[in-house]
């Protein structure tokens, strides 16, 4: 599977990237950072061969000679230290990212006379006492809507496959990870912006297994499920519908950009919300894209944009940010009639998630910005990488 939830899991192996030559270039393409493992997958050292074994035995053999009584002193390394991080594959660092983002949230189901809630919690401050633990604090609530919401909205669903001649060769190449469709918003480039493209793969790597989770927690049925008349233009994948994978995915990568960008101090990033506007756009339609194609409910990507936006500012917070947002999204309440309008969930001007969302009088979704304590140790790993990252796109 991708990193986009409903694709093949190419994107996971995204940070072994760098692997050729080629290096984050594997981004241009839909293999993900197939290529941090260094600039030498073309070179003899790219991997393990009898020939090349054979050839250093024999190497060693000429050139070791006798014994040397005298080597130099060498220094101890340098433990738990960022300084280290350099000299890592972004393969290994991946891993290390992980370490620390995975064990920062944790998911509980709520399961009743109602709808269903998925229920994802934030790891907060570090009690004291004789055994460690941690205070865990509400970040999304995700509320399943009812069948018939889902039976209104198919008619959506059929509608927006009149759409899928001229929406087919985006759909397809957003079924891996649409780095390149953010290449063509914001200078991303391998060469130019890799600390950039590494930040968003360990944040779009952490989201997996949560929006995978969030959808088997609410078992929601996907269009197929509802008709024969859907025929969607790709393969249905079997994990639950709400949230969006895409959508989560999406706006995520949108928003961590943003904040990159708005970091920078950059005079043309931070003198108008355009460039912010403009991702969202990008990730509205990544999300809706699938709803063309027939494997997703409109109602699925509001699910996703509100799980992806929270998402972003956690990791945000998690590396040196000064805030994070609790959400809540209330299926029940959200109009069937109703398409997906990110609008209506976010502004990019001020970047926060807005405090109530509505249709008429019906509030489907809420946001609160809560700071982050000086008790809670942000992780100067993470905090490495986001520096690095914000530091790309600094004018020189």
């Known amino acids: 599977m991708s990193l986009f939830a409903e694709g093949a899991m190419n994107g996971l192996n995204g940070l072994n990237g760098l692997n050729g030559l080629n290096g984050l270039n594997g981004l241009n393409g839909l293999n993900g ?20 074994a054979d050839a250093l035995l024999s190497n060693r053999d000429g050139i070791v000679g006798t014994h040397l009584e005298d080597i130099g002193p060498v220094e101890p390394g340098v433990p738990d230290s960022v300084k280290n991080l350099v000299r890592l594959s972004a393969s290994e660092r991946a891993a290390i990212y992980q370490s620390l983002l995975g064990p920062s949230v944790d998911v509980t189901v709520k399961k009743g006379k109602g709808q269903p809630t998925a229920i994802l919690w934030r790891r907060g401050v570090e009690k004291t006492g004789k055994e460690r633990s941690f205070k865990f604090e509400k970040m999304v609530s995700l509320t399943a809507p009812k069948v018939e919401q ?60 949560v929006i995978q989770r969030m959808k088997y927690a609410l078992a929601i049925k996907r ?47 931070n003198d108008k919300a355009y460039w912010g506007d403009m991702l969202m756009r990008l990730a509205a339609r990544i999300a809706i894209n699938r709803t063309v194609a027939g494997v997703h409910f409109p109602v699925d990507s509001v699910a996703g944009a509100v799980l992806g936006l929270t998402l972003a500012d956690h990791v945000s917070a998690m590396s040196g940010g000064k805030h994070w947002t609790s959400a809540t999204f209330e299926g029940p309440r959200f109009e069937a009639g109703e398409d997906f309008d990110w609008h209506l969930l976010y502004s990019a001007l001020n970047d926060f ?14 946001a609160k910005q809560i700071p982050v304590p000086e008790a809670h140790a942000k992780s100067e790993i993470l905090g490495w990488l986001r520096w690095k990252a914000i530091g790309e796109w600094v004018d020189l």
């Not at 469709?181 to 997996?208: D, G, H, M």
């Not at 995915?249 to 101090?265: G, V």
């Not at 998630?353 to 809420?366: H, L, P, Y």
């Open 353 to 366: 998630q807005k405090k109530e969302s509505r249709t008429g009088r019906s509030i489907w979704a809420t």
């Open 223 to 269: 269009p197929i499920e509802f008709s024969p008349q859907i025929q969607p233009m790709i393969p249905t994948p079997t994990h639950g519908s709400l949230p969006s994978g895409h959508a989560t995915e999406a706006f995520l990568m949108a928003r961590l950009l943003w904040k990159i960008l708005i970091d920078s101090k950059v005079p043309q990033y």
């Open 33 to 52: 950072l197939n290529g941090l493992n260094g600039l030498v997958a073309n070179s003899a050292f790219a991997g393990e061969s009898p020939l090349l």
């Open 150 to 209: 889902f039976r209104i909205q198919l008619n959506q669903v059929s509608g927006y496959a009149r759409i899928r001649p001229d929406r087919a060769a985006e759909i397809l190449a957003q079924v891996g990870v649409p780095t390149p469709f953010y290449a063509s918003v914001n200078f991303l480039n391998a060469a130019r912006t890799p600390y950039t493209l590494e930040f968003l793969f360990a944040a779009l790597s952490f989201s997996l297994p």
